[in-house]
């Protein structure tokens, strides 16, 4: 059974792209194309589609409110130029966030997800929840992962540290890790700097769970956090770590 998809994207050249790198997937069905916000509701609610790829910079009505009006929920897969909403996306729970250029091989990943969230019976996104992600001022007080075919959601104030790894976060929180697809520095952003410390490139500490600094190599700290877990700072991270202790 073939995945029944919708493009939306404003610009002809570039829906033409995702087109034809659509074709090239045998399990994949485009219904339907779209070049601005409203057509792309009225199109979701009549056809619904099980995936929409869709451009969040889009005339009329921007992708984000696009999913704010419609009634269908498909899964969505963010196309964009930019990276600046890419805590929205997760937040939301799209399936995937692409930005262009994006080739063959990075859409079949993101493929991939989509056909995994379908056969998993996983809900869509929650897109009700679109206005409050985007007060991009205001720290996330939760963070939403998936787990199984389940989506649950994760208190900033129990997450102990975040570590980046590529385009992803390994969040530990509770004695568990889940793994979310969002930059660590996209993340930082939207985190209250109050309780959370980057130590390092790749690590995010709640300063709420730190339990011992141990000095190392003179002008470095060992982090101890409550759990036992060990993180390395930067030596101009540490500078940071001095200012909150002293």
Do not use: W
């Not at 075919?149 to 129990?158: L, W």
């Amino acid at each position: 059974m073939k995945i029944r998809s919708l493009i939306a994207e404003d610009e002809p050249l570039a829906r033409r792209k995702l087109r034809r790198l659509l074709d090239e997937f045998e399990e994949v069905e485009v219904i339907g194309e779209c070049g601005d916000g409203l057509d792309a509701v009225r199109a979701i609610d009549q056809l619904e589609p099980q995936i929409v790829f869709l451009d969040i910079q889009l005339p009329g009505l921007t992708g984000l409110q696009v999913l704010e009006r419609i009634a269908h929920r498909p899964h969505v897969i963010f196309t964009t130029a930019y990276d600046r909403y890419a805590v929205t996306a997760f937040e939301i729970h799209a399936t995937d966030y692409l930005v262009k250029p994006f080739g063959k091989e990075r859409l079949a990943v993101a493929i991939e997800r989509a056909r995994d969230a379908l056969r998993s019976g996983l809900r869509p996104g929650t897109y009700d929840r679109v206005p409050e992600t985007l007060v991009s001022d205001v720290p996330l007080t939760r963070l939403f992962v998936r787990t199984r075919n389940k989506v649950i959601p994760v208190a900033a104030t129990s997450i102990e540290h975040l570590e980046g790894e590529g385009d992803y976060v390994r969040l530990h929180a509770h004695g568990d890790e889940h793994l979310i697809h969002v930059r660590l520095k996209d993340l930082e952003a939207r985190l209250d700097p109050r309780h959370f410390l980057r130590v390092h490139k790749s690590h995010i500490i709640n300063l709420d769970f730190l339990d011992a600094l141990t000095p190392h190599e003179g002008s470095r700290y060992l982090i101890t956090l409550r759990s036992g877990r060990e993180v390395l700072a930067s030596r101009s991270r540490s500078k940071e770590l001095r200012k909150q202790i002293v």
